[in-house]
């Protein structure tokens, strides 16, 4: 079968990766603890479920509108400034949202620039939309404004950030944030803001947004998610903040792709927003903490920048690489050996390192540096 040339230019989510090898070790009977996909351990919220059961038991199984429950997207705007309905769709996880933008605002040979490391699937979804991903390496995890500024050229369409950063949990603070617009000002490029992970910051810090910069929401576009906030990861529901014209764009697209999300489960995500914060604040506790503990255990065996947010560190593994050992070779040594898996620093476009998601329970993770420590 001649497949695509699109197609073929892609891989499939590099996060993924070990789940075929995990599942078949744990048919023999190993003991695998995972920090590789990166998802709270959390179940998912009372609330939520008995949303979710009571919609599918008052049979709301049939389509809905196209771009979300008109219920979902006012709920969601009302927690914006200066945001209506219109501005708001509902896509099946951010990750839909993220490609839909790039369709939406990517012509063939328009460049996308993206700092270094940065999550799996951005650079596919910006070729899949024809589109060219430019990456600037960030300097200790944090922005490279000058950089940025350098890579900047005629072709440039948007700048892309992730903050909190997966893979590196960094957070931008607010000065940079208001570099990055004035650049996209400057140069009339839009700017694309993946904040999926934007209630899990640490240490006091207050999440800072590009939307709170008003100069820049006429070219900006934001994904958020409910897949980490509420621990819905299999609901699918994520969404896109755009001006009114980018929205309708991305809902004409959206309309041939699955239409609307899951019925069912926008009124559990409606039923999330309608939940006392104090849960969330917690988790995001209970995170922090794991994040201590995580630091504590990998302190004296892999060097790792204290992650501000999202829930990764992101290790530098140089010290204990063989001679030509990738860090893919080195996690799937770490896998076979010892039956922890985490995702190879490659992945995210920079070798030497691995990403460890500490999102896990706290006896998985004292366990998992235990066994890496044994074996190094
Ligand atoms: N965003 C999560 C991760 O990086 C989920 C998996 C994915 O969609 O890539 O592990």
Request: aromatic share 8%.
């Amino acid at each position: 079968m001649r497949l695509s040339q699109r197609v073929r230019a892609i891989e499939g989510s590099r996060t993924a990766r070990f789940i075929p090898l995990m599942a078949e070790m744990r048919k023999k009977g190993r003991s695998v603890i995972s920090l590789a996909i990166g998802e709270p351990e959390f179940d998912t919220p009372q609330p939520v479920i008995a949303a979710t059961q009571a919609a599918l038991a008052g049979q709301q199984t049939r389509y809905s509108e196209i771009p979300g429950l008109t219920a979902l997207r006012t709920a969601l705007a009302a927690r914006l400034e200066d945001c209506r309905a219109a501005n708001i769709v509902v896509f099946n996880g951010s990750k839909q949202a993220l490609y839909t933008i790039f369709q939406t605002i990517c012509d063939p040979g328009d460049q996308v620039i993206i700092p270094l490391p940065c999550w799996v699937s951005f650079s596919a979804q910006v070729r899949l939309a024809g589109g060219e991903p430019v990456f600037v390496p960030t300097r200790d995890h944090q922005l490279d404004l000058d950089a940025i500024g350098a890579a900047i050229g005629e072709h440039t369409r948007a700048i892309l950030i992730n903050s909190p950063n997966n893979p590196t949990g960094a957070v931008y603070p607010r000065e940079d944030l208001e570099r990055i617009a004035r650049l996209a000002v400057d140069h009339d490029l839009y700017l694309v803001a993946d904040e999926a992970y934007d209630f899990f910051v640490y240490d006091g810090r207050s999440p800072v947004s590009l939307y709170d910069l008003p100069a820049v929401r006429e070219r900006l576009v934001v994904t958020r998610s409910f897949s980490k906030h509420y621990a819905m990861t299999g609901f699918r529901v994520g969404y896109a903040v755009a001006p009114a014209e980018a929205a309708a764009a991305m809902t004409r697209l959206h309309s041939h792709l699955t239409g609307n999300v899951c019925t069912f489960a926008q009124h559990g995500a409606l039923a999330a927003l309608s939940m006392d914060d104090e849960l969330l604040r917690q988790r995001r506790i209970a995170l922090e903490r794991k994040r201590d503990l995580a630091l504590a255990q990998i302190d004296g065996l892999f060097p790792c920048i204290r992650p501000g947010g999202a829930f990764y560190l992101f290790a530098d593994v140089r010290g204990h690489l063989g001679p030509q050992e990738t860090s893919g070779d080195f996690a799937a040594r770490i896998l076979e050996k010892t039956g922890v898996a985490m995702v190879p620093g490659e992945d995210f476009g920079v070798d030497g390192h691995v990403r460890i998601c500490f999102a896990a329970p706290e006896e998985d993770l004292l366990e998992a540096f235990k066994r890496i420590r044994e074996v190094l």
